[in-house]
């Protein structure tokens, strides 16, 4: 099993892209995305194409909130998740359950 704290040692910019490779992927992919829909778009809509890329266009901010919402979600999860872990308990990943806290606002771990 490789060493899981190797990332809390040596040069902190070796580890950084790891992290930040999955973010990028996921804007490139989103782009991507919107970019096969103006060209399906443009290719099969005849006439009323303009309209077609112009709905294409508006919907581009309500599927890159939706996606960042969710990537959101799952880097706040990887947060509780890697304090459960951080703190050394015994089988930490069977016993987390997530729980509002005071505040209302973030999870955190028992």
Sequence with gaps: M????AILEGLLWRAVPRFALPV???????????????VMIG????????????????NTPIMSLV??????IALGANVVIAN?????????LQELRLRPSASGGEKTAP
């Design 67 to 72: 996606i960042n919402l969710f990537v959101g």
């Design 84 to 92: 459960a872990v951080g703190r050394a308990r015994g089988a930490p």
């Design 43 to 58: 290719h099969f809509s005849g006439e009323g194409g303009e309209l077609g890329m112009a709905a294409v266009g508006a």
């Design 24 to 38: 990028v992927a996921t804007s490139i992919l989103e782009q991507l995305s919107s970019l096969i829909d103006v």
């Design 2 to 5: 490789q060493d899981q704290s």
